[in-house]
């Protein structure tokens, strides 16, 4: 590149770092934070797993609770079962026991391990050691009433300040993006699936 | 809830259940795939994070290549390079030691650290072990004109057919959205940021 054009990028790029710099120094509050990742899009539960291993990388306890993908063999659960990494005993992890609910079919059997689940998450969001807690496709859960959503939102209100929430799944209800601080929605804007790409391991599970 | 409705939602479930059925037989093609995660919302990196926990915990070879967050403290880096985790041996790490960009503001440098780790990253694309590459916050680099997008899209229809890559980062160039099979754009609804709440260790990084 030219010195001319080479000398206008660089002063563009310090135009861009003043205004991030500042940004950065309004930000002032310190404490956990809500975010929701929703939308049609592939992406949700990985973004949450991402962030997960950001925080056991940081030595965080953290709790993971999926609600649909429980009985897969899925590479998340692989990775946080091997017995031989230390930064993952810092993980708590609970499954709904029923896998998709949409194999099952039955009503009352889904709710009641929506419930058993969520008695089960609960007890984390008052213990200020768990700095992460990740409702995995919980979104499903309040859409098919096997849990009620004023359950969730009370529970979060009262959670320790430093905890942070992340809450996955389609179609999030409209008083859970009002309560979030971070809302992330995931457009699909084309998929493998419906080219003929069969699911494979690693990339869908 | 009364038998009436519980079985209506039952039947909703089947119902449901044959739509996924029908869709997954005809998805036949067995081959890796390329996905596209862009937009300005929360959740890119992470994602591309979450898909290679996924894979490690197959046990799949996989390489991350991270173009701007080289130099943080991250999560990430502090978790795969805990020594205790057997399955981050399969994990082969490449950054870019200028960290972010708009701190150094200096083209020829970055183009060059630039152009550095790409050719890192290059020989992967011709080893069939390894299934995953990632390459995080890429498309700044063409943005930038540190990398030419051409010699990634030469790469990317070479590889090995078993092999997926992950490209992240804001606005990816029309050409890749075309060569991808899967895109996801994340459109930021809220961020804590915006709210005055600053980054922290273990979401941010």
């Given at each position: 590149m030219s010195t001319d054009k080479s000398q206008r990028h660089n002063e563009r790029m310090k135009r861009h770092k003043e205004v991030v710099d500042a940004k950065i120094e309004q930000a002032t509050i310190e404490r956990g934070v809500v975010i929701v990742i929703t939308g049609n899009g592939k992406g949700k539960t990985t973004s949450a797993l991402g962030t997960l291993l950001r925080s056991l990388g940081h030595g965080h306890q953290c709790t993971l609770v999926q609600f649909i993908k429980g009985q897969w063999d899925c590479g998340e659960s692989r990775f946080f079962s091997d017995p031989s990494c230390a930064l993952s005993d810092k993980l708590q992890t609970f499954t709904?026991?029923?896998?998709?609910?949409w194999n099952t079919q039955d009503f009352d059997t889904d709710k009641q391990a929506a419930q058993e689940v969520w008695q089960q998450a609960l007890a984390y969001f008052s213990d200020p050691d768990c700095r992460l807690i990740i409702l995995d496709e919980i979104t499903y859960m309040f859409k098919y009433r096997y849990l009620d959503i004023n359950d969730l939102i009370q529970a979060i209100q009262n959670r320790p300040e430093q905890q942070s929430i992340i809450i996955t799944g389609r179609g999030a209800a409209r008083e859970l993006i009002e309560l979030a601080d971070t809302v992330s929605e995931i457009q699909p804007i084309k998929h493998a699936f419906n080219q003929g790409i069969k699911a494979q391991e690693g990339i869908e599970w």
């Open positions: 709904m026991d029923t896998g998709f609910t």
